[in-house]
Every structure is written in C-alpha cells, then in structure tokens.
C-alpha cells in the first residue's frame, strides 16, 4: 500500500506564497502521474495540477500562471508552489497518484486519499 504524507500548508494572507510537499513511498513512484487536488468546504473535490511520469503538466485554469507543480523522483516527492494565493484557494489541498483510464482518455486518481493538509488565505 502507498503512504502519502502532505505538508506545507497554513494561514497566509492574500498574494502571499505557499509550497506544499507529498512525500510517498512505492517504487513506481517516478512512473506515476500525480496530482495535486483540493476541497473547499461544502464543494467537491477538484484537481489543482498534475505532472506526469515524463514531466508533462496541466492545471486549473483557476490556478494556470500562480501555481507550479514539480517533482523529484530521487525523493519521492512531489511539490507544488503557490503564489499570489487568492481567497477562494482556501481548501484542504491533497496529492494522489492517478492511473490513465484507456476508456475516458483520462487520468483518474486512485481511491486512496490521506489527511491532506490546510491551506487558509486571509483576505
């Protein structure tokens, strides 16, 4: 069984910055693609940003231009850095890895959330 742990979250005031960091553990961890999502109180869960196994990124147009996904194979760790944080970036922010689903030709996250971690940004 894979073991995430997300850090890195907190209280920032708007325009401020903040890198969250998911550590895993697995072998397959530099062939996966992982994703960053996030849950806003009383919304659904969303996916932030994703990197490939290869590198590739896509994200949120809510967050295209602030956010950066990245990550560091020899570490098992993937990252993402947020700047200019807004408000409605509040949420519990998680990190999943995702398989491709041949069927929809898209990536799906495993069914095997952790605790997350906090982000709150005061107007």
């Known amino acids: 069984q894979v073991h995430r742990v997300e850090s890195g979250g907190g209280l920032v005031q708007a325009g401020g910055s903040l890198r969250l960091s998911c550590a895993t553990s697995g072998s397959t961890f530099s062939r996966n693609a992982m994703g960053w999502y996030r849950q806003a109180p009383g919304k659904q869960r969303e996916l932030v940003a994703r990197?490939?196994?290869?590198?590739?990124?896509n994200y949120a147009d809510s967050v295209k231009g602030r956010f950066t996904i990245s990550r560091d194979n020899a570490r098992n760790t993937v990252y993402l850095q947020m700047n200019s944080l807004k408000p409605e970036d509040t949420a519990v922010y998680y990190c999943?890895?995702?398989?491709?689903?041949?069927?929809?030709?898209?990536?799906?996250?495993?069914?095997?959330w952790g605790q997350g971690t906090q982000v709150t940004v005061s107007s």
């Open positions: 999943n890895a995702e398989f491709y689903s041949p069927l929809s030709g898209t990536y799906r996250p495993y069914n095997d």
């Open positions: 990197i490939t196994g290869g590198g590739s990124t």
